[in-house]
Each structure stands twice: as C-alpha cells, then as structure tokens.
C-alpha cells in the first residue's frame, strides 16, 4: 500500500515534469538537428545525428555575440542602478525625518499602479525626439529607478534595529558611511534577491526593446530571436539553436538561485 | 508642528532624488503626456497635429473593434489567470510530497520560468506551426485530425493563452511552493491529532493559509495578463481576424504598426488600460483583500 | 508648439542622463543650404531593410562602390530592421531631424514618402543631368512613377509567381511542364493532388498559400482593375480602395471553397508557415515572390516549378504589379551629400552591379543589360525558374491597373483585405461581406490621412 502510494506519486510527478520540460527537452533536441528534420511532416522528435552546425548558424543571422553582449550591459546596467536607487531612497524612507515624506513615498507606490503600457508611446516619443532610438540609453534610461525596489528593500530596512542606527549616528558616522559599511552588508540577502529579480525582469523584456531599437547591433537577444524566426532564409533548427543560447544565463540562475528568486519575486511582484 | 533636522532633510532629498526625477521623467510626465496626446490628432508623420479634444474618444468608444478588443482581453485573462493558479496549486501540492528526490522534481518544475515570453513564444510557434507542427506530428501519431492551433479564430486566443499558462506556471509554482513551505507544521500536526483528513486538512487548513499567496498570485498574474505583448506578436500578430488583439496589442497597431502613428487614438487607448488596471487593482485590494486569511 | 520650453528642459535632461550611461545620438543634419562638404570623402548614410542574405549583398555592392570612390564619397549602409521598422526609425528621425541620406522604403510607403514633403524626387538629378533611364525596365519604372514623373529609384523589385512540385504533379497524373494558369485549373488539379490516408486525414493537399494581402492586389491587376479610385491613386489621392468588385468576390469564393473541401490548406498569415508546408510536400500549389526561388530550390527534395500568377478572369489583359522596395534621397540633407548619393544610385544601376544583384538575392534586375552580363546567364541556367519571372515582367502590359494603387495608407489597407480572406476563409463572413466590410473599415484612415495631407 505505501509503496504502490509512492509509486503513484513518482508517476504524477515524473508526468508533469515531462509536460512542463518538454519545450525545453525540445529545444535543445532540435538545436541538434539537421534542418531538414524539422521541415519535414511529421517532424523529427530526436535529431538523427546530432550536430552542433545550428549554433554555429545562429551568428550567421544575427550577430549574436553583439545581442549577448547588449543583453549582458542591458540587464546589468539596469540592475545596479535598481539596487543604487532603491538603497538611496529605501534608507531615506526607511531612517530618515524630513517634510512631506509620507507625500513623497506616495508618489513612489504610486508608481505601481500605472502600468508600463500606459506610459510607452510617450516615452517611445521622448527617445525619438531626443535622437536616442537605437542607443543603450533608451534600452535603459526608464528602468534606473523602480517603485519596487524602493519598497522592498524599505520593508526589510524597517526591521533592522533602530538604536544601531541611532547609535552610528550620533557617534558620528554619516549616512552614506552608515549605510555602506553596515546597512548594504547586512542587508545582502534582500539585494541579492532584488537584483536577481531584476535582472531577469531585465533580460527577458520585449516590447520596450523592440521599439526603440532597430539595427541588430543594437538589439537584445530577446528581439534577435524572434527576428530569427522571421529571417528569410528560416531554419527551425537555428531559431532553436538560439533560444538555447538566450536560455543559458536564466536556466542557471533558475536552477542555482531558486530560493532567492522565490523571496525576489514574492516581494518584489507587487507590480507585474 | 514637526521639527525636521536640516542636515537629515538635505540628505533625504539626496536620496530620493535619483528615483523621484526618474518617476518623473519616465513615469508621471508621460502619463501627463498621455492625456494630452489623447486631446490631439497626428500629422503623417506622427506628430501632434491638431486639437481634437474628445474626438479620439469618440472614435475609440464608437468603434465595434474596442469592444472586441476588451472582451479578448477579458477572456484571455480568464483563460490564463484561472487555470494557472488551479494547476499552480495542484504542482504545488504534489511537490509537498515526502519522496525522496523531490528537490530534483522541484527544481525541473521551475523550467518554464527560465524562459522569457520571446523563447517561449519560439518555442510554441514551431509546436503550433499548422503546415509542419510538432503539436499536429504527434496528433497525427494517434490519428488524431490536425487542429487549428493558430489558425482558426475560436482556437487562436485558447493557444496562446495555454503558452503563457506554461511559462506562468513556474513562476506560479515557485511562489506556491514557498506558500506552502510556510505554513507551520504544528498546524497540520493538530489537525492529525484532531482526526482530520487529507481532504478535510487541505479544505480547512491548507488553502485558508495559502489565500494571501493566492491573493498575491491573482493580483499579479491578472496585471501579467492584462499587459501580454510579447507572446501575442510573436504567435498570431492579433490574428486571425482580429481574434487574439488584445488592448495592448491594440495600442501597438495603432500606434506603431503597419506605417502607423496613430499616437493620438493609441493614448486613449492606453489610458483606458491605465483606468482598467486601476480598477482591477483597486478592486482586489480593497475587496478581495478582506476575504483574505491573514496570519 | 505646445509645452515648447517644458520639452527642452526635458529634452536636456534626458541628453545630461544620456550622457552618463554611455549613450548619445549621431550628429543632427547639416542644414541642405551648405554649399560644399567641410571635408572627403562624403559621408552618404543609407538605410535600408535587407537582412541575411540580401544584407550581405548590399554590404558588398558599398564595399565595391567605397573602393572606386575613395577620397571622395563614402557610403554606409545601416539595417534597421524589416520595412515596417525602417519606416518607423524614418519618421522618428524625421521628429528628431536625423534621417539618413538615401533610405530604401518598400512599394506601399511610396505615396506616404512622397506626401511627406522630404524627399528630392530622383527626376531632379535625372533632369538636371540627362541621364538616360531607357535601359531601366519600364514597368519597374511604372510603378515608382507618378505622371510621369520618378519620385524615387526602384532597388529590389519582385513579382509573385506560381510555384508547384512538379514530382507531386507527376505522380497525380498531371503533366508536369504545364502549371495551371487560372483559379479554376488550379481547383481542377488541386482536386487530384490532394490525397487522404486510410483514416480520411489528409496528407497532401493541392494549394496552399499565406493569407497575404498581396495576392488581393495581385489578383486584382492580373483582372485588369483598379484597386483604389482616381486612377489607383494617380490621378490623385485615393479617396476609396475597390476590392469588394465581382472579381475580387470571385477569387474570395474560390479560396473558401478550396479550403472548405479540403483541397487548400490554411496556413495563417505568416507566408514563412505557407512556405515550410510547400517545401515539406504538404502542399503543392503555392503563391510566393519571386524572391523565394532560390530557398525553395535549396529547401525542397522534389523538381520546382514556376508558372505565371493565376488569373481569376481567363480572358483578361492585366499582369501582377512590380513589388518590392525603393530608394529615395531625402531633401534635409545637403545638396553635396544627395549628390553623392545619386553618384551611389547610379553605380547601383549599372549592369554588371545589377547582374550582381540579381544572383546574389533572386530580386530583378532593374535594367535589361544586365540580363546579357555572362555572370546573370550562367545564373539563369542553374535556375531557368526565374526565366518564367522575366518573362511574365516583360508580357506584363504597363498601365494604371498593373502599375498598382498608390495609396498613404496602403499598409493598413493590405491588412484590412488580410482580415476580408481571414473571415471568409474561416466562414465568420460570406466574401462579399467580408471585402465590404474591409472597404468600411479602412475608410476612417483614408479620410483622415487626406485631410492631414491637405
């Protein structure tokens, strides 16, 4: 009875895995094919001699190594300046006494509730008419500061204890000393787990990316694979080859960060 | 009267600087400027023309296509939200299981948040594909009829939703799973001691004590929705005639597609998905909220 | 302008932010006043939509002309992207004056580039120079050209051709040299071709195309029409598209009965999707460019043929319109640097460069010498296809019909003749319903876009 029990339970698990690794079996499996094993009907499931001449096609149709590149500085750009920012105004909320303060982090969770959609044509415009359309600026300029950072890293300054910042106060340490040399390294875990979430948020963005950038030098991995797929001369097995590549950096940091990630995106998924 | 240090205000305002001119630049302003574009027509080459003052309004309310679009919207966030926190949950609840080896199984159903909505979307339209797809080969393994995943209006929106129920599953399964890691196990050992069984236990112990992180995941997986571009541009462009155009990608034809640069209409637009997710989020917190067992 | 100093101020925020990150614009356009270029060579910036393949040939084509004009004009061709994209990068230069020299926009942005105001029509430098444009094709020249006069220079043209697997035509008992030439042969063939397994599935089907807006207007010239009034918008503006005409139903209610009885499988929008079943054999009739020749050639395992775009009228004069796209020389740059890049369209004619041009990416040449350039003959042989393209170009009778509609907002109007196949095919709506309402639903934009241009 426990066994047969057990073995239920492994059936069900080992069926859904399946079903919920499949594209990415799949993936990977027809990066390995030759192109005429997709293009046939039925299609191939296993490549029949696995080759590696996909990846290598890849670069072939997009510059890839640039698109990785642009994703790299994108992303990492964007999530530095997210925990610069959010530290900067979560300690003022957090410690600080000044006029209108409830006003201002107001307008910070109000931030939440506009959703970016709302706001893209106008920005789309701002890139425009300033000339900035196909730069790094305008794939990063929008997302330096988040109202999500600010009231995430907020909340878990709110439970570090107040008289060990009053005390490093009035022994004279400044704020900015205050908060690099003992807030920021206490508070790793709530940073580490923002800036995972925020550079995954980063990496997998689309629309914005896709309208302000036009060559594909320019362009994020994201855009430059679906290009792939609308390349003239479409091979399955080279879009797949390059949605492998673009999946690297996230499938490590799914498997390898799984409980910051969790803790990023509890707190930080207050807004989509 | 509240006194204020000088020096600490100074530092604040330091502080909150970088972020608030950020909001203001890229956030407030625009949203501003929304309005007023929505006041305005467009010359061809897309900029502000001419004031029209409601004009955009009583085209975008007139039109049969905004109800269309709405109702898209609505059904493909039933059809995405619904069936992700029901699957979400019963994942959840299967990876609760006292096996060993669990971590691996835990770990694997974490896949699809690996992907982002671009790689999924590849990834779906070679499996959708209706000349040479994978999902009609292994039909055809089983001698089931082709179907017309894509292709066929009343098939396109379920398609694309039922991608983007795969991608949000392991997102939605990671903040389930920690759900339920958190609740004490004290609770479920009383409820042994109490007699109560495995349904009972998850009826009256297990769900009330998950209803905030199913509040969480209905709140931000229902905003998700609302905002899907990405999956929509890649696997139907809004097709097959018009089936799967929701707001957002309304707002993207008009404004940006086809030599387009109906600025004007598409701000209108925009702002009645702001108004939408206004409301939706309003609702949820002050509605919902309070049906929500709390801790 | 309203919020002028507003927008400033943020606009000099933005430029500061900018800055910091490592970002930064390209200079903004010189005045068209500067009577000579500061320095040499001059830059000449071209934008254009040629990925992969095409790309590399429109690298090499500057690569070549660079070399032969060192010291004195340089030419730098940029992707940006499909036409769409390239159109949109124009006008959001236009916004923020920055637009290239010379940028390539497709057939259907030809009327908005010309309403624009920002274009110097290429009959100024032919004019002021004779330059002869006999050996030009006359009717790629037909479609660029409106009263006569050429606003922009035809770069990559195509036509639609008919393209069937000539093993399956075989094997049918058909013959294999003779494709169908109208809708009801390619019924009355697709009706043998077509084949079912035991279970009644079907494996093979006789046609096949995307639903692509295109082929309407294809279709509808091959009838002898007009797809848009006033002369197919060159008389005047169109102020009306006609695509809801007898013929136009006609060929509606061909291609929803061929899917209906199962003889033409419906493969969406994405001509890519329509393609991959043609090549995989599950269909053996397709419509595609000119342009897809050499990746069928390359793609499929069986013989491919080509015939002429299928007629809906069997008696009709018309012939398929010249698509593709074009360059045009944009008036905000100054008067040296459009001169160089005239210098550069006249390179791009010559016969050994469209000879190149052709064999490298399977688009016409623009003028006939390029045909005899011994490079383009042995191309021809390898694939005598294409000869069934040239010689449907050269049958072609050049007149208001077949020189295509002109319309500002032609984009949208494919897409609305796109959602008329959509609902009829898919039965939402009885064909000539479904080309009414396309004609209702794109009126708004046709209006507005006359009285913005007024």
Redesign the interface.
């Known amino acids: 009875m426990r066994l047969l029990g057990r073995m239920l339970g492994y059936g069900a698990l080992t069926l859904v895995a399946l079903v919920l690794i499949f594209p990415l079996l799949f993936a990977v499996s027809a990066s390995l094919m030759a192109p005429h094993e997709l293009s046939q009907y039925p299609p191939a499931l296993l490549p029949a001699h696995p080759d590696l001449g996909a990846f290598a096609a890849v670069q072939r149709v997009i510059p890839l190594s640039r698109q990785y590149f642009n994703s790299v500085l994108v992303a990492a750009l964007v999530t530095t300046a997210q925990v610069v920012t959010g530290v900067l105004s979560a300690y003022a909320f957090a410690f600080l006494r000044f006029p209108f303060r409830s006003l201002i982090f107001g307008l910070f969770i109000a931030t939440l509730f506009v959703p970016y959609e709302a706001v893209i044509i106008p920005n789309y415009l701002t890139m425009a008419n300033s000339g900035l359309i196909d730069t790094y600026a305008a794939l990063t300029l929008p997302f330096l500061a988040g109202g999500v950072s600010t009231f995430l890293l907020r909340q878990f300054f709110l439970s570090f204890p107040r008289d060990l910042y009053e005390a490093a106060i009035v022994d004279g340490t400044g704020h900015l000393r205050f908060l690099w040399s003992i807030l920021v390294p206490l508070s790793r875990p709530a940073i580490a787990s923002l800036a995972i979430f925020q550079f995954i948020a980063t990496w997998n963005q689309y629309f914005w990316p896709l309208l302000v950038t036009r060559s594909p030098a320019m362009q994020t991995l994201q855009i430059g694979i679906s290009q792939l797929q609308n390349a003239d001369a479409q091979e399955e097995n080279v879009v797949l080859a390059g949605v492998v590549l673009a999946l690297i950096p996230t499938l490590i940091l799914t498997f390898a960060a799984q409980r910051h990630i969790v803790r990023g995106l509890t707190a930080g998924a207050v807004r989509g | 009267m509240?006194r204020?240090?000088r020096a600490?205000?100074y530092?604040?305002?330091?502080?909150?600087a970088?972020?608030?001119?950020?909001?203001g630049?890229?956030?407030?302003?625009?949203?501003l400027?929304?309005v007023?574009?929505s006041f305005y027509?467009?010359?061809?080459?897309?900029?502000?023309?001419l004031f029209v003052g409601l004009g955009q309004y009583r085209?975008l309310f007139a039109s049969p296509a905004l109800r269309e679009t709405l109702v898209n919207t609505l059904l493909f966030t039933l059809y995405t939200v619904l069936p992700g926190l029901v699957v979400g949950v019963l994942?959840a609840l299967?990876?609760q299981?006292r096996?060993r080896g669990?971590g691996i199984?835990?770990?694997?159903?974490?896949?699809?948040?690996?992907?982002?909505?671009?790689?999924?979307?590849?990834?779906?339209?070679?499996?959708f594909?209706?000349?040479?797809?994978?999902f009609?080969?292994?039909l055809?393994?089983v001698?089931i009829?082709?179907q017309?995943w894509?292709?066929?209006?009343g098939r396109a929106l379920p398609s694309v939703a039922a991608a983007t129920v795969?991608l949000q599953?392991?997102?939605n399964v990671?903040?389930l799973?920690?759900g339920l890691g958190a609740i004490p196990e004290e609770i479920y050992e009383a409820a042994k001691l109490d007699g109560a069984r495995a349904w009972s236990t998850l009826r009256h112990v297990t769900l009330p004590l998950l209803t905030p992180?199913l509040f969480?995941l209905l709140v931000?997986s229902t905003?998700?929705s609302?905002?899907s571009?990405?999956q929509i541009?890649?696997l139907?462009?809004g097709?097959?005639?018009?089936a799967t155009t929701t707001l957002?990608y309304s707002?993207?034809l008009n404004?940006?597609?086809?030599?387009?640069?109906n600025?004007g209409l598409?701000?209108a637009q925009?702002?009645v998905?702001?108004v939408i997710?206004?409301a939706i989020?309003t609702f949820q917190f002050g509605v919902l909220e309070r049906k929500v067992f709390y801790r | 302008m309203r919020l002028t100093g507003r927008r400033t101020v943020l606009t000099i925020l933005i430029l500061v932010l900018a800055v910091a990150c490592g970002g930064g614009g390209s200079p903004t356009a010189q005045s068209s006043s500067d009577p000579s270029p500061s320095s040499l060579p001059v830059e000449v910036t071209w934008w254009h939509g040629m990925g992969g393949t095409n790309g590399d040939a429109v690298k090499a084509l500057s690569e070549k002309f660079n070399t032969a004009n060192q010291g004195k004009i340089h030419i730098t061709p940029t992707y940006q992207g499909n036409y769409d994209d390239t159109l949109a990068k124009l006008k959001a230069g236009i916004q923020s004056n920055q637009v290239p020299t010379m940028v390539q926009v497709y057939d259907i942005g030809s009327r908005f580039m010309i309403d624009s105001k920002q274009v110097t029509p290429m009959a100024n430098f032919i004019d002021a120079e004779h330059y002869s444009v006999a050996d030009l094709e006359p009717n790629i020249l037909g479609y660029y050209s409106i009263n006569s006069k050429l606003y922009s220079m035809p770069f990559n043209s195509s036509m639609p051709l008919l393209y069937y697997n000539k093993d399956a035509f075989t094997a049918a008992g058909l013959d294999p040299s003779k494709p169908p030439a109208t809708l009801d042969e390619i019924r009355t063939a697709a009706q043998k071709l077509t084949k079912k397994d035991a279970s009644g599935q079907v494996t093979q089907y006789g046609f096949g195309a995307a639903i692509y807006g295109w082929f309407l207007e294809q279709w509808t010239a091959r009838a002898d029409a007009q797809y848009c009034n006033n002369g197919n918008g060159r008389d005047s503006n169109a102020t009306k598209i006609n695509i809801n005409q007898p013929q136009d139903v006609k060929v509606l209610q061909w291609w929803t009965q061929m899917v209906a009885d199962g003889l033409a499988l419906n493969t969406g929008r994405k001509t890519d999707d329509a393609a991959a079943a043609f090549m995989a054999g599950r269909s053996v009739i397709n419509l595609e460019s000119t342009g897809s020749l050499r990746k069928y050639q390359a793609g499929a395992k069986f013989q491919v043929g080509t015939g002429f775009y299928p007629k809906s009228e069997p008696g009709s004069a018309g012939g398929p319109i010249i698509g593709g796209a074009s360059n045009w020389i944009m008036n905000a740059r100054p008067k040296y640097e459009q001169n160089s890049a005239w210098t550069f369209i006249k390179f791009l004619n010559q016969p050994d460069n469209q000879a190149y041009w052709h064999t490298h990416t399977g688009y016409f040449p623009t003028g006939k010498k390029a045909l005899d350039e011994p490079s383009d003959v042995q191309w021809r042989q390898q694939y005598p296809q294409f000869q069934t393209a040239i010689d449907q170009l050269h049958q072609t009778k050049l007149n208001k019909a077949t020189q295509g509609c002109l319309l500002g907002v032609m984009p949208k109007a494919r897409q609305a003749a796109e959602v008329a196949i959509e609902k009829a095919i898919l039965k939402q709506a009885e064909p000539k319903k479904a080309l009414d309402d396309a004609v209702a639903s794109i009126q708004p934009d046709i209006d507005q876009y006359n009285q913005q241009v007024k």
């Open positions: 509240k204020y240090s600490e205000s530092t604040a305002a330091l502080f909150v970088p972020s608030l001119i950020l909001f630049l890229f956030i407030f302003y625009p949203l400027r929304s007023s574009l027509g467009n010359d061809i080459i897309g900029r502000p023309g085209t994942l299967l990876l299981l096996l669990i199984f835990r770990t694997l159903m974490a896949t699809p948040f690996a992907f982002s909505v671009a790689t999924a979307a590849v990834v779906f339209a070679v499996f594909n209706p000349g040479v797809g994978v009609n080969g292994l055809g393994l001698h009829r082709p017309p894509l292709t066929d209006p795969w599953l392991g997102y990671l903040v799973s920690a992180t969480f931000v905003i998700i609302l905002q571009f990405g541009h890649i139907t462009r097709g097959p005639a018009g957002v707002i993207y404004a940006f597609a086809f030599g387009s640069s600025f598409a701000s925009a702002l998905l702001f997710v206004l989020t």
